[in-house]
């Protein structure tokens, strides 16, 4: 372990510069008014990704664009047979988002390749670098690398009002030769993500590192509520169908359910369509959503089985009839128990403390997670901001997650 530390030792103080350098220059590139754009497959996608190429070729990676669009640079180990580790992120952004979420984990991975490769290290494991195409329009990329989509799925029209199969062209891969693109498992050694936090944890809790526990399950229910619509003004208080009374006290057990027992578990009605939404009339339909989110399947069943009972028991006390939908499913996806040791003890080795965490928001790990162990490394974002033009993490929280993602590097391969 005397290795890793002291090679880290020898890069820090020009990999502090070279990674917030290259993310100050990207921060030109889809900057707007509103933030950074460079949706997937927009001229800012493009023109980023060109930006990310030349960074592959000036770190020596001699970077290839596979058949799913995912940008590929390799260094090879000394121990050719074996299964590749993989790092990196994405770099395309949220309409109005900004320039963190995404970038530090794909130049932070590009940075420790290069580093190793400067200083002739030579890891038994070859190391991949992947950017992985459209991750904010669903991990596109990476959901092809597990050969997750299916063809019809490629119509589907992303935020630049491309289709998937346009898109893939557009970024250099080839929709017939998507099947070449596609890793199995057992073909990928270990899989490491740096990524900002996206939340305020770390940051409250004055840590510098967020080795991430998994990557949280998602329910997405569709609710629509019927009651009676009926005149406001002549309609007894006693003899009311309210659909939008009803929705509220919904609202509100669903709050309570999720609050009522310890845990990470949260839960959102963030949508709400009132019918006919007019001031003088009782309302007679409603239609909301619910997200709700937890690292434990089982846990999620639960809720959501509870949320169902107390629906169907609120529609019987108030007259209406409720409908549940689920609408999305998605399964948690667990960090491999070894590869957070790796990056807890390069955490303490660099002397930054840390914590674990589970992530609320969806990464590529997520899919890469079904074919090779996983994990993810997380720096604070300022007052837990992103998907924002305020979203910001200080320059030596960057080179700190650099720094824990090289250790953890070296700790996989040896491992
Ligand atoms: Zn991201």
């Given at each position: 372990m005397n290795y890793c530390v002291r090679m880290t030792d020898s890069v820090l103080p020009r990999r502090a510069f070279v990674v917030n350098g290259w993310l100050a220059k990207f921060d030109a590139i889809g900057r707007t008014a509103g933030g950074i754009n460079r949706v997937a497959y927009s001229e800012a996608d493009l023109a980023g990704r060109a930006f990310t190429l030349d960074l592959f070729r000036d770190a020596g990676l001699a970077p290839r664009i596979d058949a799913?669009?995912?940008?590929?640079?390799?260094?090879?180990g000394t121990e050719p047979s074996l299964p590749p580790i993989l790092i990196g992120s994405h770099v395309d952004s949220v309409t109005d988002g900004g320039n963190y979420d995404g970038p530090v984990g794909s130049f932070g991975a590009i940075e420790v390749a290069r580093s190793l490769r400067e200083q002739g290290v030579r890891l038994r494991h070859p190391l991949e670098v992947v950017v992985w195409q459209n991750e904010e329009g669903g991990t596109i990329g990476s959901k092809l690398a597990i050969g997750e989509l299916t063809d019809a799925g490629l119509d589907a029209v992303a935020r630049s009002g491309k289709t998937l199969r346009e898109g893939i062209g557009l970024v250099g891969g080839s929709v017939e030769?998507?099947?070449?693109a596609v890793r199995t498992r057992g073909s990928v050694h270990a899989y490491v993500e740096l990524h900002i936090e996206q939340g305020g944890t770390l940051e409250r809790s004055k840590l510098r590192i967020g080795t991430?526990?998994?990557i949280v399950g998602l329910r997405w229910l569709d609710v629509i509520i019927d009651g009676f619509a009926n005149h406001a003004g002549t309609t007894p208080m006693?003899?009311?169908q309210d659909a939008l009374l009803a929705a509220a006290r919904f609202t509100v057990a669903v709050n309570d359910t999720v609050r009522a027992e310890a845990g990470g578990q949260v839960a959102t009605v963030g949508r709400l369509v009132a019918s006919p939404n007019t001031r003088n009339v009782i309302p007679?339909?409603?239609e909301l959503t619910v997200d709700l989110r937890d690292l434990d399947a089982a846990k999620l069943d639960r809720l959501e089985a509870r949320l169902r009972q107390l629906a169907a028991e609120i529609g019987r006390a108030s007259g209406t009839t409720f409908r549940v939908n689920q609408a999305t499913v998605s399964a948690p996806a667990m960090a491999d128990t070894q590869m957070m040791e790796w990056i807890d003890q390069?955490?303490?080795a660099l002397g930054l403390p840390s914590q674990r965490m589970p992530s609320g928001a969806g990464h590529d790990a997520q899919e890469i997670a079904h074919i090779a162990p996983m994990a993810m490394i997380f720096v604070p974002s300022v007052a837990g901001i992103s998907h924002s033009p305020r979203e910001f993490t200080k320059a030596e929280d960057v080179v700190n997650g650099v720094d824990v993602l090289l250790n953890a590097v070296v700790r996989a391969d040896q491992g």
């Open positions: 799913a669009g995912n940008i590929v640079g390799r260094l090879e030769k998507l099947a070449g991430v526990t998994g006693d003899q009311r007679g339909r409603i390069s955490a303490t």
